[in-house]
Nanobody, 129 residues
Framework: QVQLQESDPGLVLSSKTLSLSCAVS??????????WSWIRQSPGKDMEWIGC???????YFNPSFKSRTAISRDTSKNQFSLQLSSVTPEDTAEYFC?????????????????????WGQGTQVTVSS
């Protein structure tokens, strides 16, 4: 019933801004006490939590990304979005959106984490120079 779907990132060039959206169906993103996260994984690396937006629109960020990250939502479309600025090839990764039944804490995570109960399928972001 609950489904999350990441958008296609399109062409992502170095120094530009990555923009992704996560379309949510089956549950309203304003439902208490849900949190909506962006997570990424590069080959050979741990999954990294980027940040999230709460049911009430409050944002939280991994300090490693905070300076260049924005998370927003469009409640009319029941979706939330990520903007990651000043990207480099090091930002090349598979990006996921995911739901948490409470505020996530772990900065490094896995698909088996108890902090998340629903995941999008992921979308590949390749940053080219």
């Amino acid at each position: 019933q609950v489904q999350l779907q990441e958008s296609d990132p399109g062409l992502v060039l170095s120094s530009k801004t990555l923009s992704l959206s996560c379309a949510v169906s089956g549950v309203n993103i304003t439902t208490h006490p849900l949190y909506w996260s962006w997570i990424r994984q590069s080959p050979g690396k741990d999954m990294e939590w980027i940040g999230c937006i709460s049911y009430g629109g409050v944002t939280y960020f991994n300090p490693s990304f905070k300076s260049r990250t924005a998370i927003s939502r469009d409640t009319s479309k029941n979706q939330f979005s990520l903007q990651l600025s000043s990207v480099t090839p090091e930002d090349t990764a598979e990006y996921f959106c995911a739901r948490s039944p409470g505020r996530p804490i772990m900065l490094k995570t896995t698909r088996q984490s108890y902090e998340y109960d629903y995941w999008g399928q992921g979308t590949q972001v390749t940053v080219s120079s």
